[in-house]
């Protein structure tokens, strides 16, 4: 079992910057990825970005040069920066972490945290 914790979010003007954190109940080093997903309004959850265990990352087309992922194993938490925010980056942010076992992948889930973009 993995807890993860998401903070950081909030009200912003468009054209701001917020930086999400989540920070996990354990060593999150072998944690073969972790990620950002996103629930837009009257949407389904949808991937913004993931970060694997090597470091390797991948972005939504509609993020792509204004967010970046990182993580930071010693803290145990995964970090999303978020540049150049638009209102049509509202929406519940939630973290996301995958194990992949011998028979299957376990995924977890944080609660989220509302991010809000006022134009």
């Known amino acids: 079992q993995v807890q993860l914790v998401e903070s950081g979010g909030g009200l912003v003007q468009a054209g701001g910057s917020l930086r999400l954190s989540c920070a996990a109940s354990?060593?999150?080093?072998?944690?073969?990825?972790m990620g950002w997903y996103r629930q837009l309004a009257g949407n389904q959850r949808e991937l913004v970005a993931t970060?694997?265990?090597?470091?390797?990352?991948n972005y939504a087309d509609s993020v792509k040069d204004r967010f970046t992922i990182s993580r930071d194993n010693a803290k145990n938490t995964v970090f999303l920066q978020m540049n150049m925010l638009g209102p049509e980056d509202t929406g519940a942010y939630y973290c996301?972490?995958?194990?992949?076992?011998?028979?299957?992948?376990?995924?977890?889930w944080g609660q989220g945290t509302q991010v809000t973009v006022s134009s």
């Open positions: 996301n972490a995958e194990i992949r076992g011998p028979f299957r992948t376990y995924t977890y």
């Open positions: 354990k060593s999150i080093s072998s944690v073969n990825t």
């Open positions: 970060i694997t265990s090597g470091g390797s990352t």
